[in-house]
């Protein structure tokens, strides 16, 4: 009965990490981010992102209302430029539990175990924010986490990438 409790916990903890997206950022210390109050997407960069034109639009329209919750306003002659990029990465895990007793150090005959196997997809979601003046990169955001392929939470998996890693913007910079 205690194994299974263990199996069952272990589940539990497995898929709440699942859940989580590590989000980095990096900037460049020189530049003062206050003057910025406008944006467009990069078209000629997103367009060269290999996912599908649906996860696209999931993923502009997230910036758009993360942008707009800070109060940054779409413009056609806009401050920053918004680039994204993707990576995605086949993730194999394999575990192997103990549910037998055995003596101390060494064989017995009691001793048993199973192993399991799962997968998973991490993705990488980057958010570049470029000076639309300068053309240079001036923030660069990064969301490490799981995927998933049901519909019905891509949009939730991919607002929560989003706002993870938009969080981080503008950065807070230490004097």
Same mark, same amino acid.
């Given at each position: 009965?205690?194994?299974?409790?263990?199996?069952?916990?272990?589940?539990?903890?497995?898929?709440?990490?699942?859940?989580s997206v590590r989000v980095y950022?990096?900037?460049?210390?020189?530049?003062?981010?206050?003057?910025?109050?406008?944006?467009?997407?990069?078209?000629?960069?997103?367009?060269?992102?290999? !996912?599908? #034109? &649906?996860?696209?639009?999931?993923?502009?329209?997230? /910036?758009?209302?993360?942008?707009?919750?800070?109060?940054? *306003? @779409?413009?056609?002659?806009?401050?920053?430029?918004?680039?994204?990029?993707?990576?995605?990465?086949?993730?194999?895990?394999?575990?192997?539990?103990?549910?037998?007793?055995?003596?101390?150090?060494?064989?017995?005959?009691?001793?048993?175990?199973?192993?399991?196997v799962s997968t998973s997809i991490?993705?990488?979601? !980057?958010? #570049? &924010?470029?000076?639309?003046?300068?053309?240079?990169? /001036?923030?660069?955001?990064?969301?490490?986490?799981?995927? *998933? @392929?049901?519909?019905?939470?891509?949009?939730?998996?991919?607002?929560?990438?989003?706002?993870?890693?938009?969080?981080?913007?503008?950065?807070?910079?230490?004097?």
């Amino acid at each position: 009965m205690k194994t299974k409790h263990l199996i069952l916990l272990f589940f539990i903890f497995l898929l709440a990490s699942c859940s989580s997206v590590r989000v980095y950022s990096d900037y460049d210390k020189n530049v003062d981010f206050s003057p910025y109050k406008t944006y467009a997407f990069y078209k000629t960069g997103i367009d060269k992102v290999e !996912i599908s #034109d &649906l996860d696209k639009k999931r993923i502009l329209r997230s /910036i758009d209302e993360e942008m707009t919750a800070k109060g940054f *306003t @779409k413009s056609e002659t806009p401050d920053l430029l918004i680039n994204i990029n993707t990576k995605a990465e086949k993730n194999v895990d394999v575990n192997q539990f103990n549910n037998g007793w055995g003596w101390g150090w060494g064989w017995s005959p009691f001793w048993g175990g199973n192993t399991m196997v799962s997968t998973s997809i991490e993705g990488i979601l !980057i958010i #570049d &924010l470029i000076d639309a003046k300068k053309k240079e990169l /001036i923030w660069q955001g990064e969301g490490v986490g799981n995927l *998933t @392929k049901d519909a019905n939470k891509k949009d939730e998996n991919i607002k929560n990438f989003v706002s993870k890693i938009l969080v981080l913007y503008p950065p807070i910079v230490k004097k």
